[in-house]
Each structure stands twice: as C-alpha cells, then as structure tokens.
C-alpha cells in the first residue's frame, strides 16, 4: 500500500551542523563528541526511525542509531523491486552518507537498564539475519552467530524497532514461505520466479509439473499482496509472455484471505473495483480461505525431490486450505499482518504496558511510553509498527510511522513537547492492481480508480526521484526509466549471485 503524502519527500530538516561522522568509532570517542549535548538512541531504521534521526538537531541533541540493518528501506518499493520493475538499489537509502548526522552502530538491542539508562548491544555485522524477515518464530530456529556485546548510555531512549511477519503459528509457514518486509526479501522472491519458469522451460519437465510451478499463491488480501499480484500478473503480460509465449499461459496467481473481501482498508467500492479488475486479469481471489500448512513437494509426496549433489532442486509446494484441501503452488507469498518484535517480550516485557491484542508498547499522546503501572516514562519513546497511542485506532503503517517520527523531531527539537499531543492526518492511500490502474482513497476529495489512479500511484514516486530521498542521478535515472512502462530491462534477467549495496 501506498500513500497520498509519499509525494512529501523525507529529507532531513537542515538543523544543526554537519559532523564528521566516521566509519568507526568506539564508545569513549562517542562520549567525548557529546559536547554537553543529550545523547538519543534510536533503536531501527525503519520508516520511524529514519526519519527521527534525520530530523533531530544535533545542536541540541547527539543521535546515535542501533539497527541490524545498515540501510532504510523504502518499502512501497518492495513488490516492484520483487518482479524486476525497479532495481533493488532504488528502494535502499544507506544509514551511513555525507547528508547522515546520525552515528550508527550495526547491532542488536539485547537489553535495557531503564533505571540506569543503559543498553546492552550484540553486534550484528556479521548475522546473517540481519537482512532477512523474521517471523514471529524463526529467532528461534534459525542458526545465528552469537555477535560480542557491549553498552551505551542514552539520556532519550527511541524505540523504533518494528514488527516481525505474522504467521499464526501455521505449520510450514515460516520455513517455506516468501515475505515481502525487506530487500532480501525481494530477492528471494525475484530469483525463485527466475528458477520456477527455467525449471518449467527445461525438456525433462512434465506439463504437470510445470502447471504446478506456475500456480502462484499469494495468502493476504491486504495491499501488499494485492500490489505484488498485480505486479506479477504484469511481469507475466509484458514479459514472460514474450521470453516463455508458451509457459506464460500456464502461469496462475490465487489470492487467499481468511477474511470476505480483500483491502478492507479501502472502501467498498474501490475494493470491488479491484476484484473486477483481478477477474478480467484472471487472477482469482477466494476470499473465507483458512491455509492450514505449507510443505515441499507436490501433493501426495511427503518431502522435496534431492539432486543428485544433495540440496533440493526446483520442485512445487504443497498448500493446504481447510476449503479446498491440497494445492500445488510454485511459491507461496505470506503476508498476513504483523507480529511482535521479540526485542520488546525479552527485554521489556512487564516494565512497559502493551496492547492487549498487538502486544505493541503502548504510549501516551506525546508518544512516552507508559510503565505497567499506567505511569509515564519521561524520557522513553516508542514510534512505529512496535507502538500503540493508547485510545487511537492508527493503521501500523508508513504514513503513521512517519508522521510520529516528524512530529517527536520537531517537538523535541523546540523543546515543546507539553505544549499540544500529536494527532494523526490521514493524507490517503493507494494500492495498484496491474495493468496501468490503481486505486486511490483520499481524505474527503474523492476515491479515484483506473488509469488517472495509476497516474498519480506512480506520480508519487516520480517527485520522490527528484528529491533528496534518492539524491544520487544514477538513483534519479533508475526510478524514471520504469515509468514509461517499457519493461525491456527485464530481457536481461538472471538470478543474482552479488546482492546490489545500498550505498
């Protein structure tokens, strides 16, 4: 999903003066450059986060960002970085660059000494985790290099940290699943296409089995699986069916959603608009659909074929729906909804108060996170998909996460804070559904759907390439060429062996 305010271009407020920020330093260095300035930590480089560090004036202030992730990630970008519309790079902007006033240190938030004001940090530099989408178990599971610890005061505490992918505990889920939440994530994605049509186009495979490689499902009905539909059933129109005029017409995308009816963010009309437009697509949605597990190999086989060298070749999926039974599926695309970030189980769980359902970290409308008592830490702050305003229905979305991380900037760049809570404006969203149309949901100005909707979906990213978010002309040229809807680069797609840098 996108947003109306995606037009506004998150730049840093030009407060302050540079500084000369190194690629290295240690604690006592960082303690030294404090200069009688408050020391603010923010924890994640997501939407919140970012934009905080960005926008605090570091005459006032000393921000230090701490994130497994040395890069922020424009996520709206995601679903058509996945299919080869965009370029991975041109949704990546690096923690670390000339305009950057923030430290940053490339790490885990272990712990937190509330009283003390400290954090206890594991390195992250090395994890191979770090650039991957958590699910809400997979901490647990997945093999990890224990990174070396150390601490860090903060006079002002930013917690920021985000959510993981939800997956109700379905059984397979989380091991055969593709997200879509971060860049590797889309690489993922992007290279299991590339394999799923050259196994498909290889002789020795059967016409059944390459039906089975085609079927796509994508399970969540909400606006990033319903743009990443879209955007396959492009690639699939524009060119595949022009690389593999024969293998195009066997490729099937099914949308799944436990709920009965799809974008339920959206009004009634534009949803229905988008079904309509699916159906002409002949991507088929089954809306009241309870998945109950997913598992290599197709259906009737317990476990996926082995090569002869010993990892699994390119073999389908089998998912299970308590209505339909049994399907085979090339790839499964999850997206759900979110779940909670294990930082705040481990590490505040019974000092901060959570939500009831969410278990985000619930906050006033100063965005001060509240004890479990009900009262108010004076100096700890909880923006993003992690936190709750206590009382407010906010979405735990970008548009949300951005308009927090401004509002605490500012007011805490003033010195005002008591002065008035923040209040959430919704600037709109959209969500494309394929072949040039979009919806469009405004605040009072009117929906809008088809091609002008589309227009303005991809306007929004256009003057985005001519601000600062993207300030490279390299970046500039790559989010313009797409646009022309001429998709020609993807004659040259390959799997890739050397992921793109965010710098």
């Avoid at 730049?11 to 000369?20: E, F, I, K, Q």
């Avoid at 922020?72 to 995601?78: A, G, S």
């Avoid at 088809?450 to 990213?461: K, S």
Wanted: proline share 4%; net charge positive; aromatic share 8%.
């Amino acid at each position: 999903m996108s947003s109306l305010w995606s037009a506004k271009l998150l730049t840093s407020n030009g407060a302050g003066y540079p500084l000369d920020i190194g690629r290295s330093i240690s604690i006592q260095e960082l303690d030294q450059q404090r200069d009688g300035r408050e020391r603010v930590v923010v924890l994640g480089s997501g939407w919140a986060g970012f934009t905080l560090s960005r926008e605090l004036d570091t005459r006032k202030f000393q921000p230090v960002v701490v994130s497994p992730r040395s890069y922020f990630v424009f996520t709206p970008l995601l679903a058509s970085t996945s299919t080869g519309t965009l370029e991975f790079r041109t949704a990546l902007e690096p923690i670390r660059s000339r305009r950057a006033k923030a430290q940053f240190f490339q790490g885990w938030a272990d712990a937190v000494d509330l009283e003390k004001k400290t954090l206890s940090i594991e390195e992250a530099v090395e994890d191979p985790m770090q650039q991957s989408d958590m699910t809400s178990a997979k901490t647990k599971d997945a093999p990890k290099k224990k990174g070396k610890m150390f601490s860090m005061s903060y006079d002002k505490l930013i917690i920021s940290v985000g959510c993981y992918s939800q997956t109700f505990g379905t059984p397979g889920v989380k091991e055969h699943a593709y997200f879509l939440k971060d860049i590797s994530d889309a690489r993922k994605i992007r290279n299991r296409l590339l394999s799923l049509f050259e196994t498909a186009a290889l002789p020795t495979t059967s016409l059944e089995t390459k039906k089975q490689l085609l079927n796509l499902a994508v399970v969540g009905g909400g606006p990033t699986g319903i743009e990443w539909s879209a955007e396959f059933h492009d690639l699939i129109a524009e060119d595949m069916a022009k690389l593999y005029p024969d293998l195009a017409k066997l490729a099937k995308i099914t949308v799944y959603d436990v709920a009965p009816t799809v974008l339920s963010m959206f009004d009634e009309k534009l949803a229905r608009y988008a079904m309509k437009t699916f159906k002409r697509q002949g991507i088929e949605i089954l809306t009241s659909h309870k998945v109950k597990s997913l598992r290599p190999g197709p259906p009737g086989e317990r476990s996926a074929h082995q090569s002869d060298d010993g990892p699994p070749t390119t073999t389908p999926y089998t998912l299970d729906t308590q209505e339909d039974g049994e399907v085979a599926v090339g790839m499964c695309v999850w997206s759900t909804g979110l779940a909670v970030n294990p930082f705040i189980e481990k590490a505040l769980a019974g000092h901060v108060k959570q939500h009831d359902r969410s278990h985000g970290i619930l906050t006033n409308d100063r965005l001060r996170v509240k004890r479990s008592d009900d009262s108010i830490m004076s100096d700890v702050y909880a923006l993003g998909d992690c936190a709750v305003l206590e009382g407010s229905s906010y979405p735990a979305t970008a548009q949300v996460a951005n308009q927090k991380a401004r509002w605490l900037a500012k007011r805490l760049n003033k010195g005002d804070i008591e002065a008035k809570g923040f209040t959430y404006k919704d600037l709109g969203v959209m969500a494309y559904v394929g072949n040039w149309n979009a919806i469009v949901q405004t605040n009072g100005t009117g929906d809008i759907s088809g091609r002008l909707a589309w227009l303005i979906w991809r306007g929004a990213y256009l003057a985005k390439s001519a601000g600062k978010l993207f300030v490279r002309a390299r970046r500039q040229s790559l989010l313009k060429q797409p646009h022309s809807r001429s998709r020609t680069r993807r004659l040259e797609i390959s799997e890739e062996s050397t992921p793109d840098k965010a710098g």
